[in-house]
């Protein structure tokens, strides 16, 4: 279950870098690990730091991804957010974003939507 669960979330994850690719955004950083907290997608938007968090729903049933990504994910999404940052110092001074990418139904051509400026850190 867990492996199916897994590449569940692979296969959302490159539909949604496939989606910022083709938005013109640049990856910097993926499934990067911090005490606490994981960072799905950490890409470059001209010239802002974009922290993607993308979630997958098989339905809508009980909410989209992001109704998924609670006030406990998003202090979490913060916290990994000011640890890449203090371990990437040239982009200490980069305006940042959080933005959520929703996948949904059949998971080998899932649907995407892109929820940019989703949440703000001082909202967590």
Known sequence: MAAERRLRGDAAEAAALR?????GLAQVAANAHYRGGEL???MLDRDTLVFVEVRYRR???????AASV???????LVAAAQQF???????ANAPCRFDVVEASGDIASPRVEWLKDAFRADEA
């Open 59 to 65: 339905s809508n049933a009980f909410g989209g991804g």
């Open 85 to 91: 940052l203090a371990g990437h110092p040239h982009y």
């Open 40 to 42: 799905d997608l950490v």
């Open 70 to 76: 609670d006030a406990s994910k998003r202090r979490k």
């Open 19 to 23: 989606l910022l690719l083709d938005a």
